[in-house]
Every structure is written in C-alpha cells, then in structure tokens.
C-alpha cells in the first residue's frame, strides 16, 4: 500500500501547479487526506486537509483563496490545486491519508520550485 505524488516542478511566481496524489493498495474514500509541505531546513507543515468525503476543508491561513483541496475517490485519488504562487512556497509537498484507527501512509514527496 502506498500514496504517489505528482505534478510537481517548476514554475514562475504568480503561477500555477496542480498536485496529484494516487493510492494503491488500500480504499481511500475511509481516509483523511492532508497535505503538508517542508522547505529547506524547516519543519513539515499542514497545507490543506479535506475530509473522506470530500464535503469540508480546511487550509492554513497562507493559502485560503490560492490553494483547493479536492479528492476523487472513485478514482482513489486526491488533488491540491495551487494558484498565484510565490517563491517562498518552494517545498517539497507530501500527501497523507489517515484512518480513525490511526493507520496512515505518506507519499514520497514532488518538488515544487517558483521561481523565475
């Protein structure tokens, strides 16, 4: 079982990425999904987080109105949609699922650099 990141890379400031994040292995509809992000020499930070069926959201208060969580469950599938970017976003981003039964699963990590 495990989560796969992707669409991370390079991008000017102002613009914009979309975040993959697909799970194999195991039925993501039963877990929260979050995302974090971790800079050079810092700690690993909550982003985004949506609930299993995708009704409510939450973000940390730098990204309200730039950045939107969503997930397709039918495809086991979560996303993170991110506008307006500015370079001190430049992070590797993480996803992670959660169960209520404390079983959980980190991606690997995609590389996101905004700068031009």
């Known amino acids: 079982a495990q989560l796969v990141e992707s669409g991370g890379g390079l991008v000017q400031p102002g613009g914009s990425l979309r975040l993959s994040c697909a799970a194999s292995?195991?039925?993501?509809?039963?877990?929260?999904m979050k995302w974090y992000r971790q800079a050079p020499g810092r700690e690993r930070d909550l982003v985004a987080q949506?609930?299993?069926?995708?009704?409510?959201?939450n973000y940390t208060d730098s990204v309200k109105g730039r950045f939107t969580i969503s997930r397709d469950n039918a495809k086991n599938t979560g996303y993170l949609q991110m506008n307006s970017l500015k370079s001190e976003e430049t992070a590797v981003y993480y996803c992670?699922?959660?169960?209520?039964?404390?079983?959980?699963?980190w991606g690997q990590g995609t590389q996101v650099t905004v700068s031009s």
């Open positions: 992670h699922a959660a169960n209520p039964y404390k079983l959980d699963y």
């Open positions: 292995g195991f039925t993501l509809s039963y877990y929260v």
């Open positions: 949506i609930t299993r069926a995708g009704d409510n959201t």
